[in-house]
């Protein structure tokens, strides 16, 4: 986020009701009081955030959809950018309240924790100048400590996958099963396009693939799928590359979970959701034909939420099938399982509720 253009000294004397006021004008309160109270402010302030919930609203049309958000004409594609547009608000009013990080990361309040190692994980080692630091976003570190430390249960391997700062956790379990549970022939090569921590490279490996070719370009991803794949036993097996998209090679398998949602990111980790004009998901079908050994598939791992919303069509994709000259040889199925699925508050649940994630098993055209 941008530095904010005013900024005004807060401590624990501050009422929840002018700090959020302020921030809501766009000024931040960098804080000086006691690191408890300031986060006891900080649920104050989204207390006051959430006040107004949208409610999903039937439209009345002939195919009927759910309104995301309130005063919408529940055409799918509007409402999802009028949401992300309410809950960006939303994280920058939050983000207003600022704290002091000393060089070694050491935050100069009582009752402070001691956040040195979760900041180094995210920002690399200390010993710099001074600086502050959104309270929201240190908050965020701790999670990603947490998730580090203790990882991920991953029932395909019988193991964890510890994700780092930045990388997108692999919680979303059913597209992982698919990859798991997917006919595999006899190969001796696969590649993992956009590895991220490195899961579905372990899946295949730990399937018998006897050499995978897992890629990525960012160097957050690189550095935690290889962490991953030594602790897991497989870095012999599995090679991590850099690369965009394709390495230079031909393999019988090549295996994709772009971004599902074709909408454009507003930080580093929504990169791993938002796929700004499907780049990712086009560029990986036009050129699976050229990276494909003859009589190889490609797995294409990819949920239908983009259709719901409005976003991407049925026809549009299989359309981008046809013109890479590839052929659909198989699909499997699988409807998610996370909590938000049932969560009828949520303004997205009338998506989630129907969405379907699918592993297309594609070859070249003969």
Same mark, same amino acid.
């Not at 006899?186 to 490279?201: Q, R």
């Given at each position: 986020m941008p530095p904010p253009k005013r900024v005004v000294i807060a401590d624990d004397t501050m009422k929840a009701d002018e700090a959020y006021r302020l921030a809501c004008e766009g000024t931040a309160l960098l804080w000086r009081g006691d690191y408890q109270n300031a986060r006891q402010l900080l649920l104050a302030m989204s207390r006051r955030a959430d006040r107004k919930p949208r409610k999903p609203v039937l439209s009345l049309s002939k195919r009927p959809v759910l309104s995301l958000v309130e005063g919408t004409s529940g055409v799918p594609g509007e409402a999802f950018n009028l949401h992300r547009q309410a809950q960006s608000q939303r994280a920058r009013t939050l983000a207003m309240i600022l704290l002091p990080l000393d060089g070694d990361y050491t935050i100069p309040l009582r009752r402070a924790p001691d956040l040195r190692q979760a900041c180094t994980e995210a920002y690399g080692g200390a010993g710099g100048e001074p600086s502050v630091a959104s309270l929201r976003e240190l908050l965020g570190l701790i999670g990603a400590h947490e998730w580090r430390k203790k990882g991920v249960e991953i029932p395909a391997l019988g193991a964890r996958i510890h994700p780092h700062y930045g990388v997108f956790s692999p919680v979303r379990g059913e597209y992982v099963g698919l990859v798991n549970e997917a006919p595999l +022939? +006899?190969? #001796?090569? @696969?590649?993992?396009? *956009? $590895? #991220? $921590? *490195?899961?579905? %490279? @372990?899946?295949? %490996?730990r399937r018998g693939v006897k050499r995978v070719v897992a890629t990525d370009q960012d160097p957050r991803a690189l550095a935690c799928a290889r962490e991953n794949l030594a602790r897991l036993g497989l870095s012999e097996q599995v090679e991590v590359v850099q690369a965009d998209l394709f390495p230079a090679a031909k393999a019988p398998l090549i295996v994709c979970n772009p971004p599902w949602i074709p909408a454009r990111p507003s930080s580093p980790i929504e990169h791993a959701i938002f796929d700004p004009d499907s780049r990712m998901l086009r560029g990986f079908i036009s050129g699976l034909a050229a990276h494909l050994e003859p009589g190889g598939e490609g797995w294409l791992v990819l949920s239908d939420i983009a259709e719901h919303l409005g976003l991407r069509s049925r026809d549009k994709l299989l359309a981008l099938f046809a013109a890479a000259g590839l052929q659909v040889v198989g699909r499997i199925d699988v409807r998610p399982h996370h909590p938000k699925v049932s969560d009828a508050i949520d303004p997205l649940h009338a998506a989630r509720a129907a969405e379907v994630t699918?592993?297309?098993?594609? %070859?070249v055209k003969a």
């Open positions: +022939p +006899p190969i #001796g090569l @696969a590649f993992d396009i *956009g $590895t #991220g $921590t *490195g899961v579905l %490279a @372990a899946v295949l %490996a699918s592993l297309w098993r594609l %070859a």
